[in-house]
């Protein structure tokens, strides 16, 4: 009896460090474009093998999704969740002791890089479509405002899809926020939107300055 308790104990025990040691607090968001000319398969396989590459270093948990419907045609992205801003600095210590050779090629256009917390943490993991909602807010607002605001605005997705993720800008170049949901099939979109085209939205004050939307797939290998 003794030792089945133990071994109970030690079961919890593992499970909570699991719990503490991802967290996923916050996330390394990468946008990227695919160069004029280029098939977009080469592309994926570059981004697949730098997201498994970024968890070699560290991350908790990375993947891959790329332009399905509506939005920018050639575009991808790279999520990546880690914890803490002391997590985020071992892997980047990591990523500069690798250094570079001149023999790598850029599979990419352009890209950017946003360092995001996670202010709403409801999405089920890896779901096959991912609808992306990117917003800026008045420059007028303070910046408890511009949250308030963009919680108010994600509120309508989160009652909608019922499985969504806000992301605030940390550092990167805008002052943005990103709502993400997920649906495996368009029948799951259209119910989905459904409900949110007989919301109140249209009578609220969001002050939005910005605001882009698109649908995206997983990327798989």
Not at 83 to 103: F, M, P
Not at 138 to 162: H, I, M, V, W
Not at 166 to 171: I, T, V
């Amino acid at each position: 009896m003794k030792i089945l308790l133990s071994i109970i104990l030690l079961s919890l025990s593992t499970l909570s460090l699991a719990d503490d040691q991802e967290k996923n607090n916050m996330m390394m968001f990468s946008m990227f474009t695919n160069p004029a000319g280029q098939d977009m398969k080469e592309m994926e396989a570059f981004l697949l093998r730098s997201a498994n590459d970024n968890e070699e270093r560290g991350y908790n948990r990375c993947g891959v999704y790329k332009h399905r419907r509506v939005g920018s045609s050639r575009s991808a992205y790279i999520y990546c969740y880690f914890n803490d801003y002391n997590q985020w600095a071992k892997i980047e210590d990591i990523r500069d002791s690798e250094g570079g050779t001149a023999v790598n090629k850029q599979m990419f256009s352009d890209h950017t890089d946003h360092l995001l917390s996670i202010a709403e943490s409801n999405l089920k993991p890896n779901p096959k479509y991912a609808l992306l909602v990117r917003t800026t807010f008045g420059p007028y607002l303070t910046g408890n405002e511009r949250s308030q605001k963009a919680k108010q605005f994600f509120d309508y997705y989160e009652n909608s899809f019922g499985g969504c993720n806000l992301m605030e800008h940390l550092w990167g170049p805008e002052i943005g926020y990103y709502t993400v949901c997920g649906f495996e099939n368009y029948k799951e979109f259209a119910k989905a939107m459904e409900i949110f085209n007989q919301s109140d939205i249209l009578e609220q004050k969001l002050d939005i300055l910005e605001h882009s939307d698109e649908i995206l797939i997983r990327v798989d290998n």
